[in-house]
């Protein structure tokens, strides 16, 4: 056998490097793959002399997960990463991913489905009660889960309310977004609640513990749960562009508490250029102030909101 095919690495880890290299970006991948693969050769010619430990395989592994997470770094820079986080979709994301992993761990929802379905066939009460009514525990079920529910809708309706949300500035796509984002975050957290809540009374023992722990207390911190989820869409949706609906950049203090003139603000602008926020501190000095900058402004921020001028 010649000594090229001598010091060739085992397949396993020739394979890795391969599936490595189409995380970089198309252009840098000719060079990448060079470079990497050159550098397991030289590791495992030097295994096969015999002059590195018995730990060959262990750090062949290890130069193969170093490789991995340099093309990560090469696809997905801090910078994009930062930039992506910033952008309108990315609470959407988690909110639909979290759903999504909920549903796969539940088995597409069993109790979600069980409770709905219930609701769906539940036959109303007749006028005139006989004596003889059986109980249908099933209607405690159904009120157990769709009463907690119900007062976390209304909590969420009156935090929406005495929000201080650009009404008149804002315009479609900026309430269609805030809408679609709290009802991706509000179903991820009812998901939870429902197959988490389920699951977690099932490996209780004691009745009691599980009517009060996994019934009534799981049940507060669902609905404070949700309504901090709320309130926090409400609070992100605040700090966004109403133009491009990224998140503002370089926030600035200004004012000051202890004056009536001039109250505590923080100014934020957007990368993109579109204006900027005067965001209040207080609860008693009305809205939000947007200042809209005109186009000539925009050359100025063109490339800052570009993930390669960060």
Partial sequence: MSPPEQAAPPIAYRILLRLASFLCPSHARPAWRKQWESGLRDWWILAERGELTNEASALAARYCRGAWADAFELRFRREQIL????????????????????????????????????????????????????????????????????????????????????????????????????????????????????????????????????????GIV?????????????????????????????????????????????ELLCAGGHGSLSLSERDNTGPDRWTALDASWRELFENASSPEAR
């Fill in 83 to 218: 930039h992506a986080q910033r952008g309108p979709w990315f609470p959407i994301v988690c909110a639909v991913a979290t759903i999504t992993l909920t549903g796969l761990l539940s088995h597409g929802f069993q109790v979600v489905r069980r409770v709905a379905d219930l609701v769906q066939h539940a036959k109303p009460l007749p006028v005139t009660l006989r004596p003889h009514i059986h109980y249908d525990p099933r209607g405690d079920m159904v009120a157990a889960y769709l009463a907690p529910l119900g007062l976390a809708l209304l909590i969420a309706l009156m935090l929406l309310v005495i929000s201080r949300l650009p009404v008149r500035q804002a315009g479609w796509r900026y309430w269609l977004h805030l809408i679609i984002k709290t009802l991706a975050v509000q179903a991820a957290i009812v998901g939870l609640w429902f197959e988490g809540g389920s699951a977690l009374r099932s490996i209780i023992q004691s009745e009691a513990l599980r009517i009060l722990g996994g019934g009534l207390v799981l």
């Fill in 222 to 266: 669902f609905i404070a749960v949700f309504g901090a989820a709320t309130r926090w869409s409400i609070n992100d949706q605040r700090r966004r562009c109403p133009v491009c609906l990224r998140l503002l950049d370089m926030p600035v203090s200004v004012g000051s508490w202890g004056s009536v003139f001039e109250p505590a603000t923080t």
